[in-house]
Nanobody, 126 residues
Framework: QVQLVESGGGLVQAGGSLRLSCAASGRTFSSTYVMGWFRQAPGKEREFVTAIRWTGTPTYYADSVKGRFTISRDNAKNTMYHQMSSLEPEDTAVYYC??????????????????WGQGTQVTVSS
C-alpha cells in the first residue's frame, strides 16, 4: 500500500504564495510513479492542476496555473512540492496529491492515478 500525506495548505491573501508538500511512503511506492496535484472547489468537479514524471521532466500544467505554479520532486525524500504564486481567489480549493503508475493513461485525468492523499485546504482571500 502507498500513503500520501499533503501539508502546507492554509489561508493566504490574493497575490500571495504557498508551498504544498506531499510525502509518499509505503512498501510498494516507487520513485518511478508520476506524481500529480488535483484540486476541488465547493460544488465543482475535481480538476487537474499539475503533474511531474519521476525524472523531473516533463512537467504538466493546467492552463489556468501556467506561469504561477511550479511542481518539483525530491526522489531521495519521496516528496513532491507544489509552489503556488500569484494566488487568486479562484484557486481556493482542497488540493489533493496523487500518484500514478506510468502507462496508466493521460496524467491530466484523475482515473490515471492509483493513490490519493487526504487533501489540504487552500483558501485565498480577496
Amino acid at each position: 500500500q502507498v500513503q500520501l500525506v499533503e501539508s502546507g495548505g492554509g489561508l493566504v491573501q490574493a497575490g500571495g504564495s504557498l508551498r504544498l508538500s506531499c510525502a509518499a511512503s509505503g512498501r510498494t511506492f516507487s520513485s518511478t510513479y508520476v506524481m500529480g496535484w488535483f484540486r476541488q472547489a465547493p460544488g465543482k468537479e475535481r480538476e487537474f492542476v499539475t503533474a511531474i514524471r519521476w525524472t523531473g521532466t516533463p512537467t504538466y500544467y493546467a492552463d489556468s496555473v501556467k506561469g504561477r505554479f511550479t511542481i518539483s520532486r525530491d526522489n531521495a525524500k519521496n516528496t513532491m512540492y507544489h509552489q503556488m504564486s500569484s494566488l487568486e481567489p479562484e484557486d481556493t480549493a482542497v488540493y489533493y496529491c496523487a500518484a500514478a503508475i506510468p502507462g496508466g493513461g493521460s496524467y491530466y485525468y484523475s482515473r490515471a492515478y492509483k493513490y490519493w492523499g487526504q487533501g489540504t485546504q487552500v483558501t485565498v482571500s480577496s
